[in-house]
């Protein structure tokens, strides 16, 4: 896969060092992996590159296939960045609605309000919630068990190709960061693992935009 090992390369020092930084100066915490600040502006610049570098390749690349692809980056850049940035809340001075008084500044925020339903419901309701939910997990796991002889050839198929292998390895950091970030497990530590999945998740995004110029007509 183009650029495969280079990008693991970079992925996994992002990630020691974010970690090791997190243990070593534990002073410097709040102004490295809180909101707006170092690691996170980090992030938000890498997919902002994504963006512009997307921007130019709508121009450059030939045939209609091609600039789909980049136009592809350039929305999952500019929303992710804008996900990064609760859309500006901070800097413009706007307030976030509340759902179940849950501020909702992100859309991604919908996943968390999701489980804070399922948490409340249990709370109500006893252990049975957990069952009922897990028997739809289940069900919908067999649906997509019993359809996988449509879904995984065409999976696989779309997975040989190097933009999509990254947009697919961006998709499980990100939803990875997501199940950090729910703090099921209670450890300082993984809030520098979850920015470490969310800056690799921004690299995978962006090799995958430096790949779709190499492979224009690769489809």
Do not use: W
């Not at 901070?90 to 759902?99: D, Q, V, W």
């Not at 049975?128 to 050839?153: D, N, Q």
């Amino acid at each position: 896969m183009t650029y495969l090992r280079t990008y693991a390369v970079l992925a996994l020092l992002a990630m020691s060092a974010l970690i090791s930084v997190y243990v070593l100066l534990p002073g410097a915490r709040e102004q490295l992996y809180e909101e707006d600040q170092l690691v996170e502006n980090a992030t938000v610049m890498i997919y902002l590159s994504v963006v512009a570098c997307a921007a130019v390749g709508c121009f450059y690349v030939k045939g209609r296939y091609n600039k789909l692809v980049m136009l592809l980056f350039l929305v999952l850049g500019l929303l992710t960045s804008l996900e990064e940035m609760s859309y500006g809340e901070r800097y413009f001075g706007f307030s976030a609605p509340y759902i179940l008084d849950y501020k909702m500044d992100t859309v991604h925020d919908f996943f968390f309000l999701f489980f804070k339903v399922i948490k409340d419901m249990a709370e109500h309701f006893g252990f049975v919630v957990y069952v009922a939910f897990a028997a739809f997990a289940g069900l919908g796991l067999y649906v997509l068990y019993r359809s996988r002889g449509r879904i995984l050839p065409a999976a696989k198929s779309l997975l040989r190709r190097p933009p999509f292998f990254y947009i697919f390895l961006f998709i499980c950091l990100g939803l990875a960061a997501l199940l950090v970030d729910l703090g099921i497990f209670k450890y300082d530590l993984l809030k520098a693992v979850e920015e470490g999945l969310e800056m690799s998740a921004a690299l995978a995004l962006a090799f995958g935009c430096v790949v779709a110029f190499r492979c224009q007509g690769d489809h």
